[in-house]
């Protein structure tokens, strides 16, 4: 299996603070990764596909970039609704999709 | 709007069967791959089973292979989850998802094993 490495595993940042969250793919997945966000007690969201596209809906502070191995999802400018634990996901070998460890996004 | 609605979570002893349902509606049910992605208490998630549109392929995950078994039913809008053999480790939210790009997600049912 194709194993993903998410780096911080927890941040604590500050509200208008720009924040970048990386995943690692143990092998090259081309820009077949996305991102995921999840609220306490919530389901997951989409908010990025193949790498840099935006979900429908998404708001542009989030943005995505990468290929092959290293990957980067970047908010602007946090603001409160923006605390919660992101998470990337490769499907190059969908359906054995992978999915990292996540990264806590915490108010400092 | 696209809704997922899943059911039949509940605590079940270990060695049980369980059925979970999932009812999709706002969209046209069948002309999607879906798939169940379960969360255990406080840890990451992990996508266990996709089925093809049509029902024809299966995938499973290692963790449930010969114990877990996804159907559909696209006269019902509705996808499943069949559960036996059920072990602590299974003790989860169970979440159905939409798609290939998981791009809509329900609002998950709880499973807990234990005696």
């Known amino acids: 299996d194709i194993q993903m490495t998410q780096s911080p595993s927890s941040l604590s940042t500050s509200v208008g603070d720009r924040v970048t969250i990386t995943c690692r793919a143990s092998q090259d997945i081309n820009n077949h990764l996305a991102w995921f966000q999840q609220k306490p007690g919530k389901a997951p969201k989409s908010l990025i596909y193949?790498?840099?596209n935006l979900a429908s809906g998404v708001p542009s502070k989030f943005s995505g970039s990468g290929s092959g191995t290293d990957f980067t999802l970047t908010i602007s400018s946090l603001q409160p609704e923006d605390f919660a634990t992101y998470y990337c996901q490769q499907y190059k070998t969908y359906p054995r999709v992978t999915f990292g460890g996540g990264t806590k996004v915490e108010i400092k | 709007e696209v809704q997922l609605v899943e059911s039949g979570g509940r605590l079940v002893q270990p060695g049980g069967s369980l059925r979970l349902s999932c009812s999709g509606s706002?969209?046209?049910?069948?002309?999607?791959?879906m798939a169940w992605v379960r969360q255990a208490p406080g840890k990451g998630l992990e996508c266990i089973s996709s089925?093809?549109?049509?029902?024809?392929?299966?995938y499973y995950a290692d963790s449930v292979k010969g114990r877990f078994t996804i159907s559909r039913d696209n006269s019902k809008n509705t996808l499943y989850l069949q559960m036996s053999s059920l072990r602590a480790e299974d003790t989860a939210v169970y979440y159905c998802v939409r798609d290939r790009d998981f791009d809509y997600w329900g609002q998950g049912t709880l499973v807990t094993v234990s005696s």
């Open positions: 193949a790498a840099s």
């Open positions: 089925i093809t549109t049509n029902g024809g392929s299966t």
């Open positions: 706002g969209f046209t049910f069948s002309n999607y791959v």
